[in-house]
């Protein structure tokens, strides 16, 4: 569930083009395109595998969701995507499955450890002062 958490995020923020632009009405492709996916993969998927099925259903739906408005928004702005922008998710999904599939409470905090060293060390240097010096006005 947090995977298709982070999916709706990112696609709740895109939706923000949208406003910008005054053309929320372009939003409702998007949305009638993700409830026919939801309730189709809802219909097959949920008797045959239970909560899993509404899991993937829901990272399916507002992965879907995410692409359309992905597409849709090059006619308002350019997003790129850079290639050390996937090496945080990489990295978070790997322990994500492994934190999922480990049942010993030391492994998992090993596992958690591990992963937010590497998140430290693949985060941009830039980005990293601008936290600091936030984090730092707060104190």
Not at 112 to 127: E, F, G, H, R
């Amino acid at each position: 569930m947090g995977v298709s958490t982070m999916l709706f995020a990112i696609a709740a923020f895109l939706d923000m083009g949208y406003q910008c632009a005054r053309d929320t009405a372009r939003t409702l492709p998007a949305i009638i395109l993700a409830s026919i996916v939801n309730v189709v993969m809802n219909y097959f998927m949920v008797q045959k595998f239970g909560i899993y099925g509404v899991i993937t259903t829901s990272i399916v739906t507002y992965g879907v969701l995410l692409a359309y408005r992905l597409h849709d928004m090059r006619r308002y702005f350019k997003l790129k995507l850079y290639r050390l922008t996937w090496i945080p998710i990489f990295i978070t999904v790997i322990s994500s499955i492994a934190f999922h599939i480990c049942n010993i409470w030391w492994q998992d905090i090993i596992y958690v450890t591990i992963m937010l060293s590497l998140l430290i060390i693949a985060i941009p240097k830039k980005l990293l002062n601008k936290i600091s010096q936030k984090l730092h006005h707060f104190t």
